[in-house]
Each structure stands twice: as structure tokens, then as C-alpha cells.
């Protein structure tokens, strides 16, 4: 029982000492990273390569209302939480019949009851979509939102296992799925 005690009060030192010496807290929406091929970084053979790479940050449900509410229906949303989520296409890509160049966009969108729109955008590095220009959209898109089969809590980007690239959108009750060719 004391080296418990003993274990966790030395934790907690180490936490101020980290604060004390300019390090912020942990951010609440982790980053993460999607692959297409899935889980391409893991599980990397030989000569493959990924055609996909989103980068995002997770937000929480955490029994809050979501889309229509915390996301408001209509807006300019990040796609995610934190800086924008970044897509890098490794290869030239075609989404609904229009031709993106290989490269690295910002993937913003603006989500509806029924349908979102899905945008990439050229400006890189940003904090959220506060200063999100329609006028550097490099395509917009439009794909239906479906409900859920059961409440996701945390926001999630993933590429279904399978020789397809679709890339799937999950939040709470509402999940969309934009396909794309190499």
C-alpha cells in the first residue's frame, strides 16, 4: 500500500515538474491518422505505398448533442477539433469525376441533416476553420449522411479494409462516406 501511495505521489510530482518546465496540458481531442490503405503504417509490406493520409484530432461526444448543435448544420466546420484536419493524396485522385493533384489539403465541411459537403482547401496550418477562404477550395463535394447503427463517441476518420477507397466520417449518430479513385 505505501509504494502505491509512494508510486502515485511521485506521478503527480512529475506532472508539476513537467508543467513547471513550459509544457501545456494534453490536449482533449487526441490527434490521430488515417491510411489508405488501412492501417498502413502498421501493417506496411514490401513495396506498398499509401495513396491516403488524413490527419485529425478526435473530439469527445461526452453526452453532448453534436451535429446541429455543438456542430452546428450549415457551417464551415474543421472536420475534426483542434488545427484543421490535413488529407495528403500520395497520388493523383479522382473524387466524383474531379481530378485532385497529388499533395496535401485542408479537409473542411459543412454538414446538413441529410447531407454534408465535403471541401478541400489549399490553406495549410490553420487553428479550427476561423479562417477558412471558400475562394482557396481546391473541390467541394456533396454526400449523403447517414445515421448510425449505434452512438459513436469519439469522432473518427477510417478507410474500410478492402481494395475500395472510401473514406468514412463518424460522429455520434451520423456517419458519411466519400469515396474516391487512384
Not at 484536419?85 to 497520388?91: D, G, S
Request: glycine share 8%; hydrophobic share 40%.
Amino acid at each position: 500500500m505505501f509504494k502505491t501511495t509512494l508510486f502515485i505521489c511521485a506521478l503527480g510530482l512529475l506532472g508539476i515538474a513537467a508543467q513547471a518546465q513550459g509544457f501545456r496540458n494534453v490536449d482533449k481531442s487526441p490527434m490521430d491518422a488515417a491510411y489508405f490503405p488501412d492501417n498502413f503504417a502498421h501493417d506496411r509490406k514490401g513495396t506498398e505505398q499509401a495513396l491516403v493520409r488524413v490527419l485529425y484530432s478526435r473530439p469527445a461526444k461526452n453526452g453532448r448533442e453534436v451535429f446541429g448543435k455543438l456542430v452546428p448544420y450549415g457551417k464551415v466546420w474543421r472536420t475534426g477539433a483542434n488545427e484543421n484536419t490535413e488529407i495528403k493524396f500520395y497520388k493523383d485522385v479522382t473524387i466524383q469525376g474531379k481530378k485532385v493533384k497529388a499533395g496535401t489539403y485542408s479537409l473542411f465541411s459543412i454538414p446538413g441533416e441529410t447531407e454534408w459537403t465535403i471541401i478541400l482547401n489549399s490553406d495549410l496550418d490553420y487553428w479550427g476553420a476561423y479562417q477558412y477562404k471558400q475562394e482557396h477550395d481546391v473541390l467541394r463535394v456533396n454526400v449523403p449522411a447517414k445515421k448510425s447503427e449505434a452512438p459513436i463517441e469519439n469522432f473518427a476518420i477510417q478507410f474500410p479494409k478492402g481494395a475500395e477507397a472510401v473514406m468514412r466520417l463518424g460522429w455520434d449518430d451520423t456517419v458519411v462516406e466519400l469515396p474516391m479513385s487512384f
